[in-house]
């Protein structure tokens, strides 16, 4: 997964363009809900948030490292394919 670090700034562009609805917005910055981001495994070649956040603050979360299979397993529980 993902994870949104305190560099954000709040711009609310990456929360619609996550295919998983698993960007929201938390107390203090926007945050990612680990159990639904895939990275866009499944949906994108490249994650989507990343793509547009201005101030590149969306790196890999290291709590969260998983393989591709692993976020494919995921892409497949979240949409029901499993
Ligand atoms: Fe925060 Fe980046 Fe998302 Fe904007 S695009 S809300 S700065 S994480």
């Known amino acids: ?3 949104i670090t305190d ?6 562009v990456c929360e619609p363009e996550c295919p998983n609805n698993a960007i929201s917005q938390g ?3 926007y945050v ?5 981001c895939t990275e866009c495994v499944g949906h994108y070649d490249e994650p989507q948030c990343q793509q547009v956040c201005p101030v590149d603050c969306i ?5 969260h490292v998983e393989s591709k299979d692993e976020l494919m397993d995921k892409y497949k529980i979240i949409t029901g394919e499993a």
């Open 7 to 12: 560099d954000c700034i709040n711009c609310d």
């Open 27 to 29: 107390e203090e910055i």
């Open 1 to 3: 997964a993902l994870i």
């Open 32 to 36: 990612i809900d680990p159990d639904l």
């Open 59 to 63: 790196p890999l979360d290291p709590a």
